[in-house]
Antibody, heavy 115, light 110 residues
């Protein structure tokens, strides 16, 4: 069983920053691509970014390029999303997910960008 | 506007069969596998179908997937009240270099 647990969400003002973390309780974290997917309140899923096994390849959706950075620490079985220059439209539940096209999801952490 | 197109809603009576379509294009469904996800109210999505038609071992065989050309279909037989949820398709897009999702389909069991 794969357990992904996100943390780091909260309320932030427009222009602010947040760092999301995700810990994988399994033993195979380093073997998989990992991804962040978000879901604005009452809306559908939007893939945000993914990263390959050693962190050398990263992809981002256009709306977050230059503002968000995905990274990982395989020694800690952890995935991160550094979010800078946050906008109101970044408000969403952010899910950590295993594989580029996910097969396991965390429970999500809510990010609210508001003044 | 989602890259993959799904009907906003479908409905059927308990015990009946329902299908949900997912229409894409060559760079995504046309050249890459499709996954389907179920999202029950207030919960995270869970994987129902991967590689177009494969089910994780924990998913009952009432759920099935298929793909033809640039479209995919999720089928659910023997509908139960607990199947009421939002369903999403997803695939990698070679042109955009991103994962694309459909807009989601809300299933109502009448």
């Amino acid at each position: 069983e794969v357990y992904l647990v996100e943390s780091g969400g909260g309320l932030v003002q427009p222009g602010g920053s947040l760092r999301l973390s995700c810990v994988d309780s399994g033993v195979t974290f380093r073997s998989y691509w990992m991804a962040w997917v978000r879901q604005p309140p009452g809306k559908g899923l939007e893939w945000v970014a993914n990263i390959n096994q050693d962190g050398s390849i990263k992809y981002y959706v256009d709306s977050v390029k230059g503002r968000f950075t995905i990274s990982r620490d395989n020694a800690k079985s952890s995935l991160y999303l550094q979010m800078n220059s946050l906008r109101v439209e970044d408000t969403a539940v952010y899910y950590c997910a295993r594989k580029g096209l996910p097969d396991n999801w965390g429970q999500g952490t809510l990010v609210t960008v508001s003044s | 506007q989602s890259v993959l197109t799904q009907p906003p809603s479908v409905s059927a009576a308990p015990g009946q069969r329902v299908t949900i379509s997912c229409s894409g294009s060559s760079p995504n469904i046309g050249h890459n596998p499709v996954s389907w996800y179920q999202q029950l109210p207030g919960t995270a999505p869970r994987l129902l179908i991967y590689d177009n038609d494969k089910r994780p071992s924990v998913i009952p065989d009432r759920f099935s997937g298929s793909k033809s050309g640039t479209s995919a279909t999720l089928g659910i037989t023997g509908l139960q009240a607990g199947d009421e949820a939002d369903y999403y398709c997803g695939s990698w897009d070679n042109s955009l270099s991103v994962v694309v999702f459909g807009g989601g389909t809300k299933l109502t069991v009448l």
